[in-house]
């Protein structure tokens, strides 16, 4: 994942924002006990916010303890316990983290490839996928090589590639739930990967350009973007965040008003705040 998907600490009352930070510790602990400690190093924002989406929709309640960590052994902090949510996310994490490292040593050639082999050694410290989660990762493998093949082709469809992804994180998401909680899930990761998919497009621009990398939005404008490219990005990003907070709006949040309110103020602030920077960044100087 990218790390994108993240909340506006400002905009957070004081102790929404201490259980968020306890539920990042917590991903972190629980990583290391479910996935390796060599897994703690994938640890992002994304599956932050993925175990908060499904602590809700699984009626986890979470129990916080102050608790020391390796990397503050001296204070101790906030720790959310290990919970069914947390589990998940890390061990969806660590799939997602596994393969995507495996595509990239088929994808990279010369030092390159040298570069992904030493990286995907840092997997084979991870501990084995759990059984039930088999299918998943069959369905995770899937997308990432429908994915590969589209960049391979070199495709010139931005909607086509963040539809891939989209479909990928929709599966994650979902994966083990039923009823209109599967049906939530899925909208939530299906447009959230398609945002991630063309943030992090737009934020690569420039350097995938000078790598020759691929990058649908190059290969579809070309390589000098427009104010008005600019803007249909941003457009496009903003209406898969709207489509995203209707499913999050459909959540029953009535036994976890502090998580709601963390989850809606990374869609409404945080991820909002990324797309007004990174489209900043990309605009044509005038």
Known sequence: MFGYVKPDIPELKV??????????????????????????LTLNYDFVFLALVRMVLE??????????????PLKKRPVLDQNDSLEYSSKTSAIL???????????????????AKIA???????KKTDESLVPLEKKVGECIDKLSSYEKENGDSVDTAADIFGELLAEV?????????????????????RWIYVI??????????????????????????????????????CLELEAMSKSVELIDFSSHNDVERIIKNVIYDGMKNE????????????
């Open 173 to 193: 998401s979902s994966f083990g739930l039923d009823g209109a909680n599967y049906r939530i899930a899925y909208d939530i990761g299906r447009h959230l990967g």
């Open 15 to 40: 102790k929404d924002n201490e259980l968020y930070k306890a539920t990042y510790c917590g991903l972190c602990k629980t990583m290391g006990k479910c996935t390796g400690c060599i897994s703690r």
């Open 120 to 126: 995907a050694t840092v997997s084979l410290f991870f």
């Open 275 to 286: 797309t007004e920077k990174i489209i900043s960044k990309m605009m044509p100087k005038e």
């Open 200 to 237: 992090d497009a737009c934020d690569d621009f420039s350097n995938d350009i000078k790598n020759s990398s691929f990058n649908p939005i190059v290969n579809a404008f070309g390589k000098e973007i427009t104010k008005d490219t600019a803007e249909t990005m941003k457009c496009a990003l």
């Open 59 to 72: 009626n986890v309640k979470g129990n916080v303890r102050m608790r020391r960590c390796m990397l503050h």
């Open 97 to 115: 983290t596994k393969l995507k490292l495996k595509d990239n040593i088929n994808d990279s050639h010369g030092f390159s490839r040298l570069k």
